[in-house]
């Protein structure tokens, strides 16, 4: 190959390498997107972990392959609507608050099989131009650059496309979070998560704020697994001067733990006064 043909050729590899880089750097920013909502679209645990679980989240995503995340989107965010309520891993327990937060995109049958095909175009796309560009183009001629132009031309236009409609599904998103927030924020959101107590008055005890400091105490007050009652109040006080029987609707401590039905409690004598002791019940072999 002469010196002229070389020089003629220099500009469109040049071409070649600008429009390679502009396609790499789109798909990384598709990426990076994809693998902060594939992230935050859902978390689940227990109440008090939360933050320690998005992370993880955040942690484990930021690892994934783009054809993983792809995998990971569809039929979690984005689903088929099939005309029935889609169905949730019940990890609820009853003695403990747990938190779940799961974001979906409904889409028609049709249109989430149209989405499930050009995910996985876009996967395709990726594989070639980062591992296989340069097997289906000869950047030797200058046709070859020509033709591998006019495709890495094409090749932008549909990643800039999916980065639109990721932007879009994100948006989305984020309005809803937006609005969940406010609730968060809410004097009943917070009656309810810290306190057990419902919109209509109704007392969860399980997961009740007042059962919640009755086993903290428990422990440092607790001989033979028997704590007493007018200590246990005390400490709680202490603690937070904001879990008052009466937030519950209860006249005592002692009320609490009978209305709560989780504890047994018995009376005993000491120095000739009656004095109230609890501990956690203990559950029933069937």
Not at 153 to 165: L, M, N, P, T
Request: glycine share 8%; proline share 3%; hydrophobic share 40%.
């Amino acid at each position: 190959m002469n010196n002229s043909y070389q020089e003629a050729l220099r500009l469109p590899q040049q071409d070649v390498q600008r429009l390679l880089g502009k396609c790499l750097l789109r798909i990384q920013q598709y990426e990076w997107l994809l693998k902060k909502l594939v992230a935050h679209h859902r978390v689940a645990g227990l109440a008090s972990c939360v933050a320690r679980l998005q992370a993880d989240r955040i942690d484990e995503a930021s690892t994934k392959t783009l054809g993983t995340l792809v995998r990971g989107l569809l039929g979690s965010y984005i689903v088929p609507d099939l005309g029935v309520d889609a169905e949730e891993d019940d990890t609820a327990c009853d003695e403990v608050a747990t938190f779940s937060l799961h974001f979906r995109l409904s889409t028609s049958p049709q249109d989430y099989a149209g989405i499930q095909k050009d995910l996985a175009d876009l996967v395709q796309l990726r594989n070639r131009l980062v591992h296989h560009f340069i097997e289906h183009h000869d950047l030797g001629t200058l046709e070859g650059c020509l033709a591998a132009s006019s495709a890495l031309e094409a090749s932008y236009g549909f990643i800039d496309r999916h980065v639109d409609q990721l932007h879009a599904w994100a948006d989305d998103m984020e309005k809803v979070r937006c609005l969940l927030a406010e609730h968060v924020q809410s004097d009943a959101f917070e009656q309810f998560v810290i306190n057990g107590i419902g919109l209509d008055g109704t007392i969860h005890w399980a997961i009740s704020g007042a059962v919640r400091m009755l086993r903290d105490v428990l422990p440092e007050l607790a001989e033979d697994g028997w704590a007493p009652v007018n200590a246990a109040g005390r400490a709680i006080q202490a603690r937070d001067p904001g879990q008052v029987p009466e937030k519950y609707g209860c006249r005592s401590w002692k009320h609490v733990l009978h209305a709560s039905g989780l504890f047994d409690l018995q009376y005993r004598d000491i120095g000739g006064q009656r004095v109230g002791f609890y501990r956690e019940r203990i559950a029933k072999l069937p």
